[in-house]
């Protein structure tokens, strides 16, 4: 399959539609580049701590694209969701772990006092 060529709006130089600046003039191509506001970068970054498992979807969404920002979001979206699961976990843990004691600690009492 052919790589399809896209002309550089500058210049007029040859490029392909997955070239991020154009090689003659260092043009920034912007066909292929997704606008990621402020608001949606730190949108993407709330979703992947609070609520792991969605930010995945920007993960699956960007991980393919041949363009490096996009690409640069889906591995952040992936690594914040991969440290939010387990800081998740970590604190779940304990807590059950400090409940359990309590729980020890309350029995063992009870039986001291002849339960
Ligand atoms: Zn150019």
Not at 49 to 62: D, E, R, S
Not at 64 to 77: G, L, P, W
Request: aromatic letters at 14%; glycine letters at 6%.
């Amino acid at each position: 399959m052919p790589t399809p060529i896209t002309v550089c709006p500058k210049c007029g130089n040859t490029v392909f539609p997955t070239d991020e600046f154009c090689s003659h003039c260092g043009f920034r191509l912007s066909f292929q580049q997704e606008q990621f506001s402020i608001g949606k970068i730190i949108w993407i970054i709330f979703v992947s701590i609070v609520l792991p498992p969605f930010g995945l979807v920007w993960t699956f969404k960007y991980f393919k694209s041949k363009n490096t920002f996009q690409k640069k979001i889906a591995i952040m979206s992936l690594v914040l969701t991969v440290v939010s699961i387990i800081l998740n976990i970590w604190i779940g843990v304990g807590i059950f772990s400090a409940v359990n004691q309590q729980v020890n600690q309350v029995n063992t009492q009870l039986k001291g006092l002849g339960y």
